[in-house]
């Protein structure tokens, strides 16, 4: 089993459009979680990272749930823009190094 | 914000040869840099961990011998893929961390090279 699991998409929307993605990790040490953006054929760009609370930046809104060891991303208003893959990260406690998912990949289109 | 630099941006090579990339920190100082690697609609696998002045560690299945590591600054890691062969086709990309931010400080990425083996 993967440690880091997505659905791959692609995930279809138009604009304006809501969009959800999920994620789910299986090891309970992990302590830090992020959501990272890669355009195509290009290296991954920090998102946001997601905290225990739940947290929102703009049009988008992570949450974490620890028990079900789940984390979500929400985007509102999708914009063309927003087009790109969207990586689950995660740190494991005692690990440096991210652990990344596949990756979701969104197309909003006009 | 922190920059990481990653030359060369593309690369092809034949069979057989060696290829080395570089990661640079170009503002800050970077203890380890992380090197990982990509296949086409995967995830970032880490191949190994640089550690400045030591020697990296490598995860399980990547070969120390054919993926050699050298962090020999604080802003410096090279990565060479020795006697490659088209399997190593990917697109490998580096990561850092400011010295003293901790395990929980923002990865910075370099732009990635992506290695063609003929």
């Known amino acids: 089993r993967k440690e880091v699991e997505q659905d791959p998409g692609p995930f279809n929307v138009p604009e304006g459009a809501t969009v959800a993605f999920n994620c789910t990790y299986s090891?309970?040490?992990?302590?830090?979680f992020f959501w990272y953006r890669q355009d195509c054929r290009k290296e991954p760009k920090l998102l946001m990272s997601?905290?225990?609370s739940g947290n929102e930046d703009g049009r988008f809104t992570a949450q974490l749930n620890r028990a079900s060891q789940y984390i979500s991303l929400l985007i509102r208003d999708s914009k063309l823009s927003d087009s790109a893959t969207y990586l689950c990260?995660?740190?494991?406690?005692?690990?440096?190094?991210?652990?990344f998912g596949s990756g979701t990949r969104l197309q909003v289109q006009p | 914000g922190a920059v990481v630099s990653q030359h060369p941006s593309r690369v092809i090579c034949k069979s057989g040869t060696s290829v080395k990339i570089e990661c640079r920190s170009l503002?800050?100082?970077?203890?380890?840099m992380f090197w990982y690697r990509q296949f086409p609609k995967q995830s970032l696998m880490l191949m190994a961990t640089s550690n400045e002045g030591s020697k990296a560690t490598y995860e399980q299945g990547v070969e120390k011998d054919k993926f050699l590591i050298n962090h020999a600054s604080l802003t410096l890691s090279t990565l060479t893929v020795t006697s490659a062969h088209p399997e190593d086709s990917s697109f490998y990309i580096c990561?850092?961390?400011?010295?003293?931010?901790?395990?929980?400080?923002?990865?910075?990425f370099g732009e990635g090279s992506r290695l063609t083996v003929l």
């Open positions: 990561s850092a961390r400011e010295k003293g931010q901790g395990g929980t400080g923002e990865l910075f």
């Open positions: 990260v995660v740190l494991r406690t005692g690990r440096r190094a991210l652990t």
């Open positions: 997601v905290y225990s």
């Open positions: 090891n309970s040490a992990s302590q830090s």
């Open positions: 503002d800050f100082q970077a203890t380890t």
